[in-house]
């Protein structure tokens, strides 16, 4: 069982449910499902991480060089794949300054697996950049593309570009949790 502390919010994570209660008022509480929580713990624990000890290589079981935000429709990001003589428009579940994880659907005319290869164009606003991709992640509902241009050696170093739309998707994300909460 995992347990992060933030501030006065206590987050248990017992690989199924997430559950988030103030210590200040422990009566309060919320509780997640494993698709849900799974997302956020991964953001919370690469986000206190890095806030507390700086970036560090993690080479644990989740071997992600950096935090991923969510992506919700509202955020109007848009991404297409190119792959095998194909493009098709994906919608994005998250990303981060080293990748993408993208939804499959049932009309995509392409069948990844590990290690393909594809370039992705994201646009968000008016930032454009397309990047080539190899899959990492195969995932129960989706793939995860990493974009090698973003590591040089241990150095994660995105172009300006996907560095400006992450940050701005980040920026959106946190202005709709603070807006929702």
């Given at each position: ?6 501030r ?9 449910t ?19 929580a ?39 990001l848009r991404?297409?794949v190119w792959?095998?003589?194909y ?10 300054m ?6 499959q659907?049932r009309?995509?005319p ?7 290869t ?8 008016e930032d ?17 593309f ?15 570009e996907l ?19």
């Amino acid at each position: 069982m995992a347990t992060i502390t933030l501030r006065d919010i206590q987050m248990t994570y017992d690989g199924s449910t997430l559950t988030l209660c103030s210590l200040r008022v422990p009566d309060k509480s919320v509780s997640l499902d494993a698709e849900a929580a799974g997302e956020l713990v991964d953001f919370v624990e690469a986000v206190a991480e890095d806030s507390f000890r700086g970036l560090q290589k993690n080479d644990g079981p989740n071997r992600r060089e950096s935090f991923r935000v969510p992506v919700m429709p509202a955020m109007e990001l848009r991404c297409e794949v190119w792959a095998r003589n194909y493009t098709f428009e994906a919608d994005v579940s998250n990303i981060s300054m080293t990748g993408v994880y993208v939804e499959q659907r049932r009309s995509d005319p392409v069948q990844f697996h590990l290690g393909d290869t594809a370039k992705v164009r994201l646009t968000c606003g008016e930032d454009t950049i397309t990047l080539q991709a190899i899959v990492r992640r195969i995932g129960h509902n989706g793939y995860g593309f990493f974009f090698p241009i973003t590591v040089k050696g241990s150095v994660i170093a995105p172009p300006q570009e996907l560095r400006r739309i992450v940050m701005e998707l980040q920026r959106r994300w946190m202005s709709f949790r603070s807006e929702t909460a």
